[in-house]
């Protein structure tokens, strides 16, 4: 004889399986909520970390500002991504941005030690180890390039600071030759090595065309900073 709970049986199966259902959509509602609570945090956190390092960076402190910019590439993980489908905005940056950032603050090191005819391959490199990160492209290759004058202009510096002046402004006539017409940071530092190897060898030729160069700088090209400023008086002195 058929019992008469059995003919209840496959409601109770199909209202359990019903619950279940909404048990599995509540819970992967409440992951999805954690997930985009920590991409929002992520977000945040990444923000921060950029504004800090554009505050220092401007004020004049790019080796503090370094490590933040390093520090925003690593907020970016599955959580930031999730949260980022849902929230998608104009000032947010990708890790191609921030690496890109990373290698200009780390050229800008590098220029401020050859300024001061330092070598700073250090710097150097890490901006080669960003470069491996970004896609083949009109940038990469840009950047590919002022990072390579860098490579040569440390090793100039360290023939300058061996004596070998003549050597180094023959060596500097080969960097000339792959700099891009568009870095101002190598044609900075070529009047500044100009004005050094011309004092250091007493070659008045060579001092008249680092201040040729200064002049076209600063009323030319409209090049008015602290470095071409501080020239002028490097070269007088």
């Known amino acids: 004889m058929k019992k008469i ?28 909520g954690v997930i985009y609570s920590q991409g929002s945090k992520m977000q945040q956190q990444q923000e921060k970390l950029l504004a800090d390092g554009y505050q220092l960076f401007n004020s004049g402190s790019p080796e503090k500002a370094y490590p933040l910019f390093k520090e925003a590439l690593a907020t970016f993980n599955s959580s930031l991504n999730f949260y980022r489908r849902f929230n998608a905005a104009e ?65 100039l510096c360290k023939t300058f600071n061996d004596g070998d002046y003549e050597q180094a402004m023959k060596d500097l006539l080969e960097v000339e030759k792959i700099s891009q017409p568009s870095d101002q940071d190598f044609f900075i530092f070529e009047i500044r090595f100009l004005i050094a190897c011309g004092k250091a060898l007493n070659e008045p030729a060579i001092l008249n065309q680092a201040r040729e160069l200064l002049f076209f700088a600063t009323t030319d ?12 008086g490097i070269l007088t002195n």
């Not at 059995?6 to 992951?31: K, M």
């Not at 220029?111 to 070598?119: A, C, Q, R």
């Not at 090209?221 to 020239?231: H, M």
């Open 91 to 155: 000032n947010q940056v990708t890790p191609d941005e921030i690496h890109e950032i990373a290698i200009s603050v780390s050229l800008a090191i590098a220029h401020e030690k050859f300024f001061d005819l330092k070598s700073a391959d250090e710097w150097v490199a890490r901006a080669e180890e960003d470069l491996k990160h970004l896609p083949e492209g009109e940038r990469k290759s840009e950047l590919s390039a002022t990072t390579a004058t860098a490579r040569e202009v440390s090793k």
């Open 5 to 32: 709970t059995d003919r209840h049986f496959p409601v109770r199966a199909g209202g359990i399986a019903l619950i279940l259902v909404i048990l599995l959509l509540v819970a992967g509602l409440i992951v999805a």
């Open 221 to 232: 090209a409209g090049i008015d900073n602290e470095k071409t400023r501080s020239l002028w």
